[in-house]
């Protein structure tokens, strides 16, 4: 019997593919952005290591609002890096 393949997607970070289950997903739907730890939110979504590092580095490519589609200010990345914050300690 053959393994199950894994789904592979690409940090917007790092840029590296990693299975999708080792990343964190992120959705945009209706100008809101909110972690999605199910991966079955409604709209756009976008993947990151579960790591400050590649939060940043998406930040200053401004890899997560062209991926979502939505405009980010400094005030949408702090937030999100809070809250990314508080799912790596629940992990």
Do not use: W
Request: aromatic fraction near 6%.
């Amino acid at each position: 019997m053959k393994a199950k393949k894994s789904p592979m997607r690409r940090c917007a970070g790092c840029g590296e593919s990693k299975e999708k289950k080792s990343l964190i997903r992120i959705a945009g739907y209706e100008d809101e952005i909110s972690i999605d730890p199910t991966g079955r939110a409604k709209g756009r979504g976008v993947y990151l290591c579960v790591n400050n590092e590649c939060l940043e580095k998406a930040h200053k490519r401004k890899a997560i609002g062209r991926s979502l589609g939505i405009e980010m200010t400094n005030e949408r990345y702090e937030a999100l890096f809070e809250e990314i914050k508080k799912y790596e300690k629940q992990i």
